[in-house]
């Protein structure tokens, strides 16, 4: 995917990999644990419903770190998870649960077989989104139903070595036998002892202590009965299981940091007495009308809405990478419409314009990319670059061509796919030639189209594609192509 080389084939200059290590709080050269490869541990979504725009964030933003990981000459050996049996939809044990609610929602019998049947269906979902998102797969995923005799064994470990108690729902992690608990994100855990929080188990010893077993008449056999692990006992032992006991980079969402990776800390580091992740790494959240995305208020937008909206998953990425993974972003259509318009540019002259023009990627700019994402994986900043090559006037279009194609490879756009593909966008039917019944067919999707009413517009753009015609809606207005 990289070369290495600049235009003169002078070896490129690495600076060191500056990256935020949330657990610090500051900016830390990155150093590997091992020569060997780079673990990296993502948490992944609890498969319950398709997932929205905003946790496809966390994965094109692991995506970026691995891409510049793998620019600069590092093996990825990279878990993500799935969570696909019920944990409380609040972090602090207590709500409802997300697969129950699924379960509920889809008319299923409560049952481990109707949850396998649940999340087979939104894991392919969401596997879905990835691949369309074009985030290189990881090396394995792991779905929480898969592991639970590693979580129980891992619970065992706690309980061996003192770090348990029981209650009468479960038995519970005690967090005053782990000092540093709560160091991630600095957690005011005084202040969670003295409010006067409802939900509390009055059970517990202190409010941030977190089921590790929570005993069910549905679940698991174990030595404490029937049950569900607690979900962050579920990452600690996929974590381990795939990636071993210490790994160099966690990451996820920064919702995440309080709870659940504050709890993952505690597990592992009192079950092994070593350090767990060298860096923790956390993106920011993306936002609607400057709100949190939550499908309750209906604004959990999916891939889909965006697809009927007219816009391509590889348009969303250029969006969310115009905009640095530790900053909170707001979408909006608007904005993802500008985005898509300086995307189509940009794939017009690399696809169209430029698609025969040959020569060699420019040193210079690639030495600046590589300087940009290596400080904290700067994308915004590279996508500036890629503007300043196209203006560039003292490069050729060949060379600017191979420059931006090579620079893909740390974006991920799709740039460097072959010319006949990328070019197949731009090779659109004229609507006045088409046969009149098509053109209909193409009138009344608009109409539909621009009513929001999507489930007419699909249903007669399925009909145009069994008749062999592909429609992309752009800015000037839809767009036909023969298949
Ligand atoms: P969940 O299924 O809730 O565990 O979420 C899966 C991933 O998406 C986690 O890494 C979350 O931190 C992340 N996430 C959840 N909501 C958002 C959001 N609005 N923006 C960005 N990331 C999010
Ligand atoms: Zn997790």
Redesign the pocket.
Known sequence: MFSLFNTKNQPLNFPPLQLFNTESRSLEIFEPLSNKEVRIY?????VYDY??I??L??YVFVDTLKRTLLYNGYVVNHTINY?DFGHLSSDADTGDDKMMKGLRREKMDVSLESMRLLSDRYIKAFNNDLEALNIIKPTQFARASDYVNEQIRLIETLEQKGYTYETSDGIYFDISKFPTYGRLGNIDLDGQQSANRTEINPEKHHPADFALWKYGTLGWKSKWGLGFPGWHIECSAMAFATLGKQIDIH??????IPTHHNGEIAQCESATGKQFSKYWM??????INNQ??AKSDGNGLTMNELYQAGYSALEYRYWLLTSHYRTKVNFSYEALEASKQAFTKLRKLIFVDWADEKGRPDGNYQQKAINIINDDLNTPQVIALIWEIVKDDKLTKGEKRATIVELDGLLGLGLDSKSEDGAKIFSHLKIADLPEAVQVLIEEREIARVARNWPEADRIRAILDQQGYLLEDSSEGVKVSKK
């Open positions: 993502s948490c992944g979504p609890t997932v929205h905003g946790n964030r966390a969570t990451t996820g969402g920064v919702d995440n956390h993106s920011e959240h993306l936002q949190k995305i």
